[in-house]
């Protein structure tokens, strides 16, 4: 089983409830590549093809009657999309919001090293952008991590 799996490749495929409107938020928020995008008769996107910083991302419109509802139509998504960049999070963290993202979780350098921070998209998915700031030693780690938890466990939560 492993040798068949050789060279895969996990693509990620959003439902949304506006393709057009997604494909053209993907270009302004992350600055994506459109590689194709194939409409049906009425409009819809059947299928859309992009790249974001040379990994796809394909997407397509909700068709309920075919079983595939959006993120949005089904009240949110259990999977959060991470995207990792190696120079300047915070300008992309702000294109991602001025083109419509609203902040889930203000990006900041966080006790593992990275700088990350989560958006919601205008359909209902969830992006995480981060960059690695600090190399953190296991020991300097567990012990971040212990204080964090610690604050987050306190009225309040995280401050």
Do not use: C, R
């Given at each position: 089983m492993a040798g068949q799996l050789k060279g895969a490749t996990i693509i990620a495929h959003l439902i949304v409830n506006d393709g057009p409107k997604a494909v053209d938020f993907y270009k302004k928020a992350f600055g994506a590549e459109?590689?194709?995008?194939?409409?049906?008769?009425?409009?819809?996107?059947?299928?859309a093809e992009l790249s974001v910083g040379g990994a796809r991302l394909m997407l397509a419109?909700?068709?309920p009657g075919m079983g595939?509802?959006?993120?949005?139509?089904?009240?949110?998504?259990?999977?959060?999309?991470?995207?990792?960049?190696?120079?300047?999070?915070?300008g992309l963290f702000?294109?991602?919001v001025g083109a419509g993202?609203?902040?889930?979780?203000?990006?900041a350098n966080q006790f593992w090293g990275d700088r990350y921070?989560?958006?919601?998209?205008?359909?209902?998915?969830?992006?995480?952008l981060g960059q690695h700031v600090e190399d953190v030693a296991p020991e300097e780690m567990e012990r971040r991590a212990r204080e964090a938890f610690a604050q987050?466990?306190?009225?309040?939560?995280?401050?």
């Open positions: 459109i590689l194709g995008v194939h409409k049906t008769p009425d409009g819809k996107v059947m299928h419109d909700e068709f595939s509802g959006s993120a949005k139509t089904l009240g949110g998504s259990p999977v959060v999309l991470n995207l990792y960049v190696q120079e300047d999070v915070d702000n294109q991602a993202g609203t902040v889930v979780m203000p990006l921070g989560q958006i919601k998209d205008p359909f209902g998915h969830l992006w995480a987050m466990a306190k009225p309040g939560g995280q401050e």
